[in-house]
């Protein structure tokens, strides 16, 4: 049973993402998968089955601080009535309530996804809990797994536990060509910059919109792919400085083919982040063969992108000449794809799945 996400499929949110890919891999693998979703993001409110994993709504309140961590406390509860071989409970925020879990008797693999507490919307009270959701998970789960190596590294550090290393993978969904999507929203092939990423201060949409606006592009737009699921300070200033800079798009979320023809037709991707645990958009982006810029996080940087592929975070004038730098050369289509094969070939969501089923075998087999 994975819980402490919103839900899928096609739900907004890294965490999601790659709950629905693994979730379809280890069924393919012979598990049987139960995803517990908040349902207020869910199209049904009852349970129902997405390509053979089970999807249970359960009711969440829909206030930010307060949502993930009576979501998950529900869920727990449900877990020790259904009684999983595994309770996969994912980020930190949701890992409050492994203690909880253990004490009904649950086994339990927790998946550090990122330090949510450096998350600018947070406050200070937030920030602790959020801590205090790290040490409990990683001190009282059976598994645990970090999506990248400094994660790894770190808690192994801080916590003197063991950790299982499995990055996030990628996986492309070939577009259609016939969703409209260009067309609706006045868009070119290869005329245009995209950033998938929800509307929130870590992903740092304001910056963007400032170089983009620096770079003084004939022809060419800017695409912000992604909603804000609560209404904030930044989201109402990301949508005035749009309205106020000439050539910039807001789609709002996007997801399946409608995404995909995004990504296939843009000029080049741009993932300016204060925050990451391993970017899955950025992987996608790569995956597509598309130029990337990124900022330089230790999590981008486990990428190992070129030099030049690196912006320093917060430097709008690096990045407004980075834009223009790769916007100047384009990449060829046998380049293109080299950059999707590569991509491919080493984030592999099939590796993820095999990985993630090690660790419930270790722990079942105790």
């Known amino acids: 049973m994975m819980l402490g996400l919103r839900g899928i499929p096609n739900v907004q949110g890294g965490v999601e993402k790659h709950v629905e890919m693994l979730a379809g891999k280890l069924l393919a693998n012979g598990w049987d998968v139960e995803v517990v979703g908040r349902r207020g993001y869910l199209e049904s409110g009852d349970r129902f089955a997405w390509n053979g994993v089970e999807v249970l709504p359960l009711w969440a309140p829909r206030r930010m601080a307060l949502e993930a961590i009576v979501h998950t406390f529900l869920g727990v509860c449900l877990a020790a009535w259904r009684r999983p071989d595994v309770l996969h409970i994912h980020a930190i925020g949701p890992a409050l309530m492994t203690p ?13 996804h990122g330090y949510d507490y450096d998350r600018q919307k947070w406050g200070g ?11 409990l998970g990683m001190r009282f789960s059976n598994g645990r797994v970090a999506i990248s190596r400094d994660i790894a590294q770190t808690m192994r550090a801080r916590h003197h ?17 016939n969703t409209g999507i260009l067309a609706e929203f006045g868009l070119e092939r290869r005329h245009y910059i995209l950033l998938a990423a929800r509307i929130v201060p870590e992903k740092r949409q304001l910056d963007l919109i400032r170089a983009f606006a620096k ?152």
């Not at 009270?125 to 040490?135: D, I, N, V, W």
């Not at 536990?161 to 060509?177: F, R, Y």
């Not at 000439?246 to 080049?268: C, H, I, K, M, Y």
């Open 100 to 112: 909880l879990a253990r004490m009904l008797g649950l086994k339990v693999v927790v998946t550090h």
């Open 125 to 135: 009270f937030a920030r602790r809990t959020l801590k205090l959701g790290e040490f």
């Open 161 to 177: 536990v063991s950790m299982t290393l499995v990055p996030n993978g990628v996986g492309i969904t070939p577009p259609s060509g």
């Open 215 to 366: 770079c003084n592009l004939a022809g060419t737009k800017l695409v912000l792919a992604g909603g804000a699921e609560f209404e904030s300070p930044y989201v109402a200033e990301v949508k005035a400085l749009a309205r106020e800079t000439p050539g910039v798009v807001l789609t709002d979320f996007q997801s399946g083919d409608r995404l995909a023809e995004l990504f296939a037709n843009a000029a080049l991707f741009v993932l300016p982040s204060s925050h990451e645990g391993m970017p899955i958009a950025l992987l996608e982006a790569m995956a597509y063969g598309l130029p990337v810029l990124a900022s330089d996080i230790v999590a981008n940087q486990e990428l190992d992108l070129a030099p030049d592929e690196y912006f320093h975070l917060g430097d709008i004038d690096a990045l407004a000449a980075g834009i223009t730098q790769k916007l100047a050369a384009p990449l060829s289509d046998e380049e293109m794809r080299e950059r999707a094969a590569h991509a491919e070939a080493t984030y592999s969501w099939t590796n993820v799945a095999q990985k993630t089923a090690a660790v419930y075998s270790a722990l079942l087999a105790k």
